[in-house]
């Protein structure tokens, strides 16, 4: 069975930093590409960050130069470094396979002082 588990949300202060966590487990998580997602209240579910298969990255304007993705194979995990968080970085944070459309629960980060 795919799955998916976040980890690492929190309150955070403005310009605090914060490391989410995705552990995958029922596929072969080393071939796949993997997403970072947030959905704000009242707002759509927006892309935030995505690693290749070869680790090559692409970022949303929003969070370039802020946030770090990367992933460990052998830990079957893909991680979210973020820095320098603001008010509007505070979201419900998913993790999703897309090739195979599988999301994780998510995971929420508050930034507030």
Same mark, same amino acid.
């Given at each position: 069975?795919?799955?998916?588990v ?7 202060? @403005? /310009?605090?930093?914060?490391? !989410? ?10 071939? &796949? #590409? ?6 704000? @209240? /009242?707002?759509?579910?927006? !892309? ?10 692409? &970022? #949303?304007?929003s ?23 603001k ?15 599988i ?11």
């Amino acid at each position: 069975q795919v799955q998916l588990v976040e980890s690492g949300g929190g309150l955070v202060q @403005p /310009g605090g930093s914060l490391t !989410l966590s995705c552990a995958a487990s029922g596929f072969t998580f080393s071939t &796949y #590409a993997m997403n970072w997602y947030r959905q704000a @209240p /009242g707002k759509e579910r927006e !892309l935030v960050a995505t690693i290749f298969t070869v680790a090559a990255t692409y &970022y #949303a304007d929003s969070v370039k130069g802020r946030f770090t993705i990367s992933r460990n194979n052998a830990a079957n995990t893909v991680y979210l470094q973020m820095n320098s968080l603001k008010p509007d970085d505070t979201a419900v944070y998913y993790c999703r396979v897309p090739v195979l459309n599988i999301w994780g629960q998510g995971t929420q980060v508050t930034v507030s002082s």
